[in-house]
């Protein structure tokens, strides 16, 4: 109640402060690629992005929806730039190898000529591939991080084979094998890699080990390096 000739100041309210979708997912992204996708919580990447875990949650609507945005920016940066160039065998005539090696040594200037891969600003420390990392434990992400995996794995297969036939027609690789199950065995070795990487061994004894593995599909043995 106010006195005459009183007066009553009043205190402006401001509007809530809006999230930084973009920031948070640059956070959920570093976080991810140093530490593994499975091992970030959401209060982590709210502590970093300065939000707060149900900013995120109304913003994104579920942790999986995060992790499914930021993997879809990893994949397009990163992934795809890499698996365009084993439709170019004239260009790119040991990209398989160009692949490993970019995961067993933190990235390869060799794998593409794609611009936006070299623009990608990888977390010191990381270790090799985000997304072969989050396939090591797939069962533990959601239907929507899942999915991009699935989706992302179908494109790898399909470059992959096509990569094969034209190694095959150049007399890099063997005929003799069944050509499904080498594109799984490939698959399979960088999973091997990553994890190899992960559990600390030398980059020379994954070398080692990795080559030996891909020896009997090879004719031309100068082409494991």
């Known amino acids: 109640m106010l006195l005459w000739g009183g007066s009553m100041s009043l205190k402006k309210v401001g509007r809530p402060k809006k999230l930084d979708r973009q920031n948070v997912i640059d956070v959920a992204f570093n976080e991810y690629w140093l530490h593994g996708i499975h091992e970030v919580s959401v209060t982590k990447i709210a502590q970093l992005s300065k939000t707060s875990r149900p900013g995120i949650y109304v913003e994104f609507g579920s942790e999986d929806k995060l992790k499914a945005e930021v993997l879809r920016k990893y994949i397009k940066e990163s992934v795809y730039p890499v698996y365009e160039s084993y439709n170019n065998y004239k260009r790119f005539p040991n990209q398989l190898m160009n692949n490993y090696n970019a995961i067993i040594y933190d990235g390869n200037e060799f794998v593409t000529d794609n611009k936006s891969y070299f623009k990608i600003k990888r977390p010191k420390k990381s270790i090799g591939c985000m997304m072969v990392r989050s396939i090591l434990n797939i069962n533990k992400l959601g239907p929507l991080a ?76 100068e082409l494991l390096n």
Do not use: H
């Open 146 to 221: 899942s999915k991009e995996i699935k989706e992302i794995n179908k494109y790898r297969k399909k470059m992959i084979k096509t990569y094969i036939l034209n190694a095959q027609n150049d007399e890099v690789l063997y005929k003799n094998f069944d050509i499904d199950f080498f594109i799984n065995f490939i698959l399979e070795q960088f999973k091997f890699v990553q994890l190899m990487r992960l559990e600390g061994s030398s980059k020379t004894y994954i070398k080692q080990v990795l080559n030996a593995s891909l020896d009997p599909f090879y004719k031309k043995k």
